[in-house]
């Protein structure tokens, strides 16, 4: 079975500091991997995907995230946090064949502070 | 714009009464899925379903119930077997090559 751990729940950070969500997953296939963002009340806006054509997967608004399959992780990173960056983040994980269903892991809130 | 509505964007039901969730999509995927989330537990699966009159359980399904009549609707029933039903529900759906596209929610309250 595959899942998606997230490690801290919460995370604050000043604004133009380094953005650091930590995402590892496990599967026993080759996964591919997602980054959603939620804002209040409204569905899930993908950041970036991962389907191995290339380890560093460059998202929207200055998101990016690296997959080291040595380490099982996905981290999703931004240079300097912007205070719309405040939102609550998922990762995600599905196979390619049989269930293709999302797996997301518990979110991590993101507080930027002015 | 093609997208996925989901209708109503807040309900409120009472107790031991059934309640039908309705999800839209316009943009021809083949399958669609239903995720309810609460704070701090993420999205959890209830129901996919990968094509039309054919659905699956989720990790979540008991006191659910789902039908796919028609590829561009996916209703959700809460039953009043689902014991804790407020949370906030959201329908997906996606493509063959993995492009996922998430409706805005309806958040159901049981007063």
């Known amino acids: 079975a595959q899942s998606v751990t997230q490690l801290g729940s919460h995370v604050s950070v000043s604004e133009g500091a380094l953005v650091l969500l930590r995402c590892n997953y496990s599967s026993s296939v080759p996964p591919y991997l997602f980054w959603y963002v939620q804002y209040p009340n409204q569905g899930l806006q993908l950041l970036l995907k991962?389907?191995?054509?290339?380890?560093l997967v460059k998202g929207i608004n200055g998101f990016e995230a690296e997959f080291k399959k040595s380490e099982t992780s996905f981290h999703l990173t931004k240079p300097s946090a912007h205070m719309s960056d405040a939102a609550e983040y998922f990762c995600a994980v599905t196979k390619d064949t049989g269930r293709r269903a999302l797996t997301f892991g518990s979110g991590t809130r993101l507080q930027v502070q002015p | 714009d093609g997208g996925i509505t989901q209708s109503p964007k807040y309900l409120f039901r009472k107790e031991g009464q059934n309640v039908t969730l309705s999800c839209e999509q316009n943009?021809?995927?083949?399958?669609m899925y239903w995720y309810r989330q609460d704070p701090g537990q993420g999205l959890r699966l209830i129901y996919y379903?990968?094509?039309?009159?054919?659905?699956q359980k989720g990790d979540i399904a008991e006191g659910y119930s789902v039908s796919r009549e028609k590829k561009e609707s996916f209703p959700l029933t809460v039953t009043s077997a689902q014991k804790n039903p407020t949370a906030f529900y959201l329908c997906?759906?996606?493509?063959?090559?993995?492009?996922?596209?998430f409706g805005s929610g309806t958040r159901l309250t049981v007063v």
């Open positions: 991962y389907t191995s054509a290339a380890t």
């Open positions: 997906a759906s996606s493509t063959q090559q993995g492009s996922y596209t």
């Open positions: 379903s990968q094509i039309v009159n054919d659905f």
């Open positions: 943009l021809n995927h083949d399958a």
